[in-house]
């Protein structure tokens, strides 16, 4: 079983920058691939991010390619997501996820996905 947390979240003007952090509590926090989805009002949880175990591989939504970085630290059982040059079409609520299967493949759908955090806003204007 694993907890998440996320913080981080806010509003900031286009251009602008934030970072989003998630805080896993739990038995072998380290052996999870992780991720970031994102859920617009209206609209579908959508996959933006993906880092496998030790961080050696990771993957974006073609829509934050170039902007948004995930990272994590496994000594503090940390994910992070930094997010720059930040677009009105980036506000949704942030999810952190995790993914406990043995297959360290990182995967684009939730329901590869077995944890979730409550969500962080995060809201961009124009």
């Known amino acids: 079983q694993v907890q998440l947390q996320e913080s981080g979240g806010g509003l900031v003007q286009a251009g602008g920058s934030l970072r989003l952090s998630c805080v896993a509590s739990g038995r072998a926090a380290g052996r999870y691939v992780m991720g970031w989805f994102r859920q617009a009002a209206g609209k579908e949880r959508e996959f933006v991010a993906g880092?496998?175990?030790?961080?050696?591989?990771?993957a974006y939504a073609d829509s934050v390619k170039g902007r948004f970085t995930i990272s994590r630290d496994n000594v503090r059982n940390f994910l992070y997501l930094q997010m720059n040059s930040l677009k009105p079409e980036d506000t949704a609520v942030y999810y952190c996820a995790a993914d406990p299967s043995v297959a360290n493949n990182i995967m684009t759908t939730t329901s590869e996905y077995d944890y979730w955090g409550q969500g962080t806003q995060v809201t961009v204007s124009s």
């Open positions: 880092i496998s175990w030790y961080g050696g591989r990771t």
